[in-house]
């Protein structure tokens, strides 16, 4: 009864933020529906992953967990647990367990770690514990723990549905990530951890007085970019996404209390994204909750993208990235 599964952050095109008003918050199930593309890294050394390994075993009389050497307890074990008991549930078990994850990049900057770690523990819990759930019903239990972790479950790109139950809150594939012909770098420019969490951040959405505004235009514009991805335009899912990206970051900035997550950096980056633009390479931003920089792009952009982003001031880490692989099993164990 022990299992390693991997998976890696995504990146929303479609953003969401605040969850619906169901009978239990706890569920995190958005407001709207979404849409995002898993990341694959194009270099060695930071792979946008996490792997997690769970061992359920008579021997252990506690539950544990620990992720990158740090023994979890309080509000960070219970979110764990809160995804772990609806499939020990399931599978008719109360036997306790083992874990142990490790993430190759900066948790809690804006760069989906949350989304990686739940979806690997996610798949390789139901995996140790002999379960066979398909892909969308395993995303209704990843987003218990953290919601975007609903679409990195899945290959390519990822449309993520809001309801009002627990079971039609899923995420399915839109297609395989080659179909659409778009790659990204990321630019980082802070790898802190920031002072606001995303979960504690979706709560201030409804007191900000565009939300509502938020909400009404991303539902047209995830259907133009489901359809924009399906006719491989790369052209309009990247004017989407920036677009959606500002309202979503409005928002943010209009709450109470309100929420900056962008630095001097991050507004450098746009504007050098805006210009580059005007100039020709066509490249396209877009911002999670956190400082750092999605630049979409053409893939025979990217090493041009790359050499003028390198040479902004504040830029400390770049990072190629594709569509591509969702979770899945590792025959290699942590522990």
Same mark, same amino acid.
């Not at 930071?46 to 252990?60: A, G, R, S, V």
């Not at 399931?90 to 367990?97: D, Q, R």
């Not at 990843?142 to 139950?165: E, I, M, N």
């Given at each position: 009864?022990?299992?390693?599964?991997?998976?890696?952050?995504?990146?929303?095109?479609?953003?969401?933020?605040?969850?619906?008003?169901?009978?239990?918050?706890?569920?995190?199930?958005?407001?709207?529906?979404?849409?995002?593309?898993?990341?694959?890294?194009?270099? +060695? +050394?930071?792979?946008?992953?996490?792997?997690?390994?769970?061992?359920?075993?008579?021997?252990?009389?506690?539950? =544990?967990?620990?992720?990158?050497?740090?023994?979890?307890?309080?509000?960070?074990?219970?979110?764990?647990?809160?995804?772990? +008991?609806?499939?020990?549930?399931?599978?008719?078990?109360?036997?306790?367990?083992?874990?142990?994850?490790?993430?190759?990049?900066?948790?809690?900057?804006?760069?989906?770690?949350?989304?990686?770690?739940?979806?690997?523990?996610?798949?390789?819990?139901?995996?140790?514990?002999?379960?066979?759930?398909?892909?969308?019903?395993?995303?209704?239990?990843?987003?218990?723990?953290?919601?975007?972790?609903? !679409?990195?479950?899945?290959?390519?790109?990822?449309?993520?549905?809001?309801?009002?139950?627990?079971?039609?809150?899923?995420?399915?594939?839109?297609?395989?990530?080659?179909?659409?012909?778009?790659?990204?770098?990321?630019?980082?420019?802070?790898?802190?951890?920031?002072?606001?969490?995303? +979960?504690?951040?979706?709560?201030? =959405? *409804?007191?900000?007085?565009?939300?509502?505004?938020?909400?009404?235009?991303?539902?047209?514009?995830?259907?133009?970019?489901?359809?924009?991805?399906?006719?491989?335009?790369?052209?309009?899912?990247?004017?989407?996404?920036?677009?959606?990206?500002?309202?979503?970051?409005?928002?943010?900035?209009?709450?109470?209390?309100?929420?900056?997550?962008?630095?001097?950096?991050?507004? !450098?980056?746009?504007?050098?994204?805006?210009?580059?633009?005007?100039?020709?390479?066509?490249?396209?931003?877009?911002?999670? *909750?956190?400082?750092?920089?999605?630049?979409?792009?053409?893939?025979?952009?990217?090493?041009?993208?790359?050499?003028?982003?390198?040479?902004?001031?504040?830029?400390?880490?770049?990072?190629?990235?594709?569509?591509? !692989?969702?979770?899945?099993?590792?025959?290699?164990?942590?522990?």
């Amino acid at each position: 009864m022990k299992a390693t599964a991997i998976a890696h952050s995504n990146i929303a095109l479609i953003k969401y933020w605040g969850r619906a008003a169901v009978a239990d918050p706890g569920l995190n199930i958005p407001l709207n529906d979404n849409i995002s593309f898993t990341k694959n890294s194009m270099i +060695d +050394d930071m792979k946008l992953q996490t792997i997690t390994t769970i061992h359920f075993d008579e021997i252990y009389d506690r539950d =544990s967990a620990e992720v990158n050497g740090e023994k979890l307890s309080g509000r960070k074990l219970e979110r764990i647990l809160r995804v772990i +008991d609806v499939l020990r549930s399931e599978a008719k078990s109360n036997i306790k367990f083992r874990m142990k994850s490790i993430n190759d990049f900066p948790t809690q900057a804006g760069l989906a770690s949350s989304a990686s770690a739940f979806a690997a523990l996610t798949l390789a819990t139901a995996s140790a514990l002999g379960l066979k759930i398909n892909r969308e019903q395993l995303s209704t239990v990843a987003r218990l723990g953290s919601g975007s972790a609903a !679409r990195s479950l899945h290959d390519g790109f990822v449309y993520f549905h809001s309801a009002s139950s627990h079971e039609q809150a899923f995420a399915e594939q839109i297609c395989e990530p080659g179909h659409c012909d778009m790659h990204a770098v990321i630019a980082i420019v802070d790898e802190s951890e920031k002072k606001v969490t995303s +979960d504690a951040g979706h709560d201030l =959405s *409804a007191a900000s007085p565009f939300n509502d505004i938020r909400i009404q235009r991303s539902a047209e514009q995830v259907m133009e970019m489901r359809q924009a991805i399906l006719e491989h335009d790369f052209s309009a899912v990247g004017k989407i996404a920036e677009a959606n990206c500002k309202y979503m970051h409005a928002v943010m900035m209009t709450s109470e209390p309100p929420l900056f997550y962008w630095n001097p950096e991050t507004l !450098r980056i746009i504007k050098k994204v805006m210009s580059l633009r005007q100039q020709g390479l066509e490249t396209y931003f877009t911002i999670d *909750a956190g400082p750092n920089v999605h630049c979409l792009c053409r893939p025979e952009d990217v090493e041009t993208l790359t050499i003028e982003l390198a040479a902004l001031e504040g830029v400390k880490k770049l990072i190629p990235v594709r569509p591509g !692989r969702g979770a899945y099993l590792a025959d290699e164990h942590l522990f």
